[in-house]
Each structure stands twice: as structure tokens, then as C-alpha cells.
């Protein structure tokens, strides 16, 4: 780099001492491009300053855009998965649901494409030296579909009710973060929350990835969001009915750019093939994911096909205090009689990435790829079934759901398991019923012996290894997702120490510690990490879809 080191001292001078940490990591050249902007969004860096390191380090920037072009007043017609459960954002845990909160909630932060961290509500954010405090500045000028002003009063309240309320499901990713207390008006547009612990990725826990987390207003019951949908978004709610489907109308009072569609119409389906002939007969235009197993047609080029690299992927989670699966070995056996390449080749013609047991994504930039990649291994299976005292296998029965590739991804797994003499018998539930309450003793998902079930992606994997992973503890809250049962002091600390990293570098390092002891523990099997998939119509353009599962139309247009 040709580095103007006067003029990046006079950026770094009005900077804290965790952003000049990324700033010199870049002008060192141990962060790319991409890196900074995604770390330096992170941590409250604006787009125009990081362009200014970038210039001052002998390159240039252009911001990313979520914008598109096209003709307003178009009536764009969506295909998704049914939501299993009412549209509460306190309790919403599934993919139908989570897309239908963001069609008119906002959040503090939206994770881009490209994992970048945009403001949203939140202006702007900066952390403390030891990145234990986050303060956000609230966007002024915005408005609620009811007409009242946004005001940090909104967002304490969003905050304490929706993802920390005792019935919260976003208590998945603050669980060990924040409290209540934690959460703090600062001023009428500024918001601090005091975390329980350093946390180097917390503006993410802000974001549209953090799903739960829209702003509604004061007071508001938000069990009664559902007769509403009462945000602050480009859209507002025409109408919602139960399984069925959903309309939504153009907010002609939205602070930002409005959005091009005038309305925009959501048809549920229950599996994917009949979403999949709705878009072939032009019933709808897009369809908001797709599995490729099933949907080969939309790939023959007469379809837009949005592909998104992601973390999303599927969990094979085995008790760990149920027999057989109290020893790692029975557990390492299981899943070196997958073969990961051709599962990828079979389920998703290569539009995935092979797993390696661990959350860690190669979509990560903490992942640690020197980390040796598990690979199918009969005769090691055998011999560990063996030393394990199941010569002869066993048999067992594993419950997952109907959504997309899962079905055929469980009978893989159990034809793979026949070469080591396990029998897996299947049983394939609707996704309401596999789910239950989603609380331990009340669910297939967390109480069966062997457990498949779907996460969507993250853009970073705070989530992933906390809620499945983390022991299970009442009463801090810790491992609300952890089907396995898995508990493990030694992990705890690491994920600990991650956590609380601000720096690739340290991340990286604990990463691969992280990930070698989850090979030797093997709680869960992640096979593969998938591309997300969205299809429209070749006269659709400007759908913005999310690796999570977001849909976003605000400048979807038809020719």
C-alpha cells in the first residue's frame, strides 16, 4: 500500500481505540478490503470515513447498495414457507415468521449480502474501550404506521419485551449478554446497553439477523402484533390470514426512499413443489427460497436465481445423556459414515459448501481452514463402534422435519449409518409439530434421542455456538437450543473468550480450538453449509433476499 500517513492520522484521531485497532490492522495489510468494511461497520466506523481509509491507504470505495431501478406501482406476488405460529415477534422461531416481521418492522442494524452491518434505525453506534458498552444514536424523523415518533423510550422497551422477556426467543442470542438492566436510555435519541460481558460482535445482535428484534412502540401488546403489524417499514399491512397468506401496501409516510411496489401479496405454502409449479405458471413471481433437490427446472436459465453464500445449514444433533450416545466414539462413528461431497452433489448440485462438524462457516472470516476436514471413514467407524462396545451397531430413531432437503437428507444419513450396522429409523414431522412449545420436554426438536432440524444463517456465529451448544443452564438461561444435551466446561470458556474477542486474529485463533474439540466431541454432525437460493420471473427485478431468510421488495419492479 502507498500510505498517506497524515492524513490517516487525522482519521484515526477522531476514532476510538477499537476502531484505530481495525484501521491499523488494514494499513498492515492484515485485513482486506472486505474486512474493514465489514469490521469497521461493526464497531460504528461510517461508510465515509472507512472510505477514507481506504484512500488514504492507496485505494478508493464505493458504498454497497441495496438500491435497484424499475418503474414504481407494480403488485409483486411472493411465494413462502407457511409460518408454523402466530406473527409475534417475541415468539417467532421460523422461517414464514421471520420473514413476515420484516415486512414492516425495522431494525436497530441490517446485515447486508455481504454481511455488512448498514444503520437502520440506529444512525450510528460506538463502543466502549472494551467493547462491554454499545451506544446507539436512534434515527430522528421516524415515524410508526400509527403515526408516533420513534424514541429511545421504543427501543428500551422493544428490547426488554421482545428479546428479553421470559418467553423471548431472541433470548437465544442474548442469553450471557444482556440483561434488562442492561438496557438503558441514554437520552430521547440515544440507547446504551451495558452487556454482561465483553462482546466484540454485538451490533449484529442488532440487526435484521437477530430476527426477533423489530421496534414497536411503548406499551404496545405485542401479542396483538399480529392483527397489526404495526411497525416503522416501507410497507404496512393490508391484510394477514392464518396459513393462508398475506398483503402488504406501500408506506407513502416512510422516512426513507419509498419503496417502488404498491403492494406486495404473500401466498403460504405448506412444501415446495406447488411453489414451485406457482412460479412456472406465472401464479406468482418469486419465490423467496428454494432447495435445488426438487427444483432443478428453475436452474435451466429461464429463471433470475439469486445465490447467496451463507451459514445456513442443517444440525444432526445426538444426546449426549442418552445411551448409546454418552460416548464420543459412538457419536465420531456417526458421522465419519457420511460422505459430504457427494451429499453436497446429490441435495444441492454443488450449491453448497461441506461441513466439518463445527458452526464454523467458510463464509466466516474468524473460521479456521487450516483445521484438518473430516472425510468418510468406514473402518475408523467400525473400530470405534466397536471400542465403544456396539460391535454389532444399534438401533435408534432419529425425528426431523418436512422442509425442504431434510426429508432426503435423513434418509441419507441412515443409509449412510447401515455401513457400520446402526439402524436410524425416521420419522418426518410437520415443522408445528416437531417444534412444539421449543422448550425442553415440550418438543421433538429438543427432546428426541437424535434430532435434524434447520438453522438459518448468521453473519457471524455467536448464535450457532451459544444456543445448541452452550450447557444447559435454567438459570442463566444458557443453551435454550442444545438438542444434544451437550456440556462442556472447557467449551464454555473458549466460546467465552470468542465472544468477547474484537479482532479476526484472536477469533481465528480460538476458532480453531473451538472447532478441534468439537471434532473430538461430535454433539452434532454439520454436513454442509448451503447457498441460499431465491427465484423470480425474468420480468422481476430488485428482490433483495438475506442468507437468513429476509425478502426484501422495497425496489422490486416488473417490465
Not at 137 to 164: C, E, M, W
Amino acid at each position: 500500500m502507498n500510505i498517506d500517513h497524515d492524513r490517516l492520522d487525522q482519521i484515526r484521531a477522531g476514532q476510538g481505540e477499537i476502531a484505530n485497532h481495525i484501521i491499523d490492522e488494514y494499513a498492515a495489510g492484515r485485513l482486506s478490503r472486505r474486512d474493514l468494511l465489514r469490521r469497521g461497520a461493526l464497531v460504528g466506523i461510517s461508510l465515509p470515513v472507512l472510505g477514507a481509509v481506504i484512500s488514504a491507504c492507496g485505494s478508493s470505495t464505493s458504498s454497497p447498495s441495496t438500491s435497484g431501478t424499475g418503474a414504481a406501482g407494480a403488485t409483486i406476488k411472493v411465494g413462502i414457507v407457511v409460518p408454523t405460529g402466530a406473527i409475534n415477534p417475541v415468539t417467532v422461531a421460523d422461517q414464514g415468521g421471520l420473514d413476515m416481521l420484516a415486512q414492516t418492522g425495522e431494525y436497530l442494524t441490517f446485515s447486508d449480502q455481504t454481511l455488512t452491518l448498514k444503520p437502520a434505525l440506529a444512525e450510528s453506534w460506538t463502543p466502549n474501550s472494551t467493547a462491554d458498552v454499545w451506544t446507539f444514536k436512534i434515527r430522528q424523523g421516524v415515524k410508526f404506521h400509527n403515526g408516533s415518533p420513534l424514541t429511545a423510550d421504543d427501543v428500551v422497551y422493544s428490547y426488554k419485551t421482545i428479546g428479553l422477556g421470559s418467553t423471548a426467543n431472541a433470548l437465544s442470542a442474548f442469553h450471557g449478554v444482556l440483561t434488562p438492566a442492561g438496557v438503558q436510555k441514554v437520552d430521547s435519541s440515544t440507547v446504551a446497553f451495558h452487556l454482561e460481558a465483553p462482546n466484540g460482535n454485538f451490533p449484529y445482535l442488532t440487526s435484521s439477523d437477530n430476527y426477533n428484534m423489530i421496534i414497536i412502540p411503548k406499551g404496545y401488546d405485542p401479542t396483538k402484533w399480529e392483527s397489526s403489524f404495526l411497525g416503522t417499514g416501507p410497507f404496512k399491512l393490508g391484510s394477514y390470514t392464518p396459513k393462508s397468506g398475506a398483503t402488504f401496501t406501500r408506506n407513502e409516510a416512510y422516512w426513507g426512499t419509498k419503496a417502488l411496489p404498491a403492494q406486495t401479496q404473500f401466498t403460504f405454502y405448506d412444501t415446495q413443489n406447488p411453489e414451485i409449479l406457482a412460479l412456472t405458471g406465472g401464479t406468482i413471481d418469486v419465490v423467496g427460497q428454494f432447495s435445488v433437490s426438487g427444483a432443478e427446472e428453475l436452474l435451466t436459465g429461464t429463471y433470475n436465481i439469486i445465490k447467496l453464500k451463507s451459514s445456513a445449514h442443517r444440525e444432526l444433533s445426538m444426546r449426549c445423556d442418552q445411551a448409546p450416545f454418552t460416548d464420543p466414539r459412538v457419536r465420531q462413528a456417526i458421522a465419519l459414515t457420511l460422505n459430504r461431497p457427494a451429499t453436497v452433489q446429490a441435495l444441492f448440485k454443488g450449491y453448497a459448501d461441506v461441513g466439518d462438524d463445527s458452526p464454523f462457516a467458510p463464509v466466516f472470516p474468524s473460521t479456521d481452514t487450516s483445521v484438518a476436514q473430516r472425510a468418510m471413514n468406514i473402518s475408523q467407524a467400525k473400530s470405534l463402534l466397536a471400542a465403544a462396545g456396539h460391535p454389532n451397531g444399534f438401533s435408534t430413531q432419529l425425528i426431523t422435519e418436512n422442509f425442504l432437503e431434510i426429508p432426503q437428507y435423513a434418509q441419507i444419513l441412515a443409509e449412510a449409518a447401515k455401513q457400520i450396522g446402526v439402524t436410524i429409523n425416521l420419522k418426518v414431522e410437520t415443522s408445528s409439530a416437531y417444534y412444539g412449545k421449543a422448550t425442553f420436554g415440550n418438543s421433538d426438536w429438543l427432546d428426541a434421542t437424535m434430532s435434524l432440524v434447520d438453522y438459518g444463517h448468521r453473519s457471524v456465529p455467536n448464535v450457532f455456538l451459544t444456543a445448541p451448544l452452550e450447557t444447559i443452564n435454567a438459570k442463566s438461561g444458557t443453551g435454550p437450543w442444545n438438542a444434544a444435551h451437550f456440556a462442556n466446561a472447557q467449551y464454555d470458556k473458549l466460546v467465552g473468550q470468542y465472544i468477547a474477542a474484537s479482532d479476526v486474529s484472536t477469533q481465528k485463533g480460538i476458532a480453531g480450538q473451538i472447532e478441534n474439540l468439537l471434532l473430538a466431541q461430535t454433539p452434532i454432525i454439520f454436513g454442509y453449509f448451503y447457498n441460499y437460493l431465491t427465484a423470480t420471473a425474468k420480468n422481476v427485478t430488485g428482490v433483495y433476499p438475506t442468507a437468513i431468510g429476509h425478502l426484501f421488495l422495497n425496489n422490486a419492479a416488473k417490465s
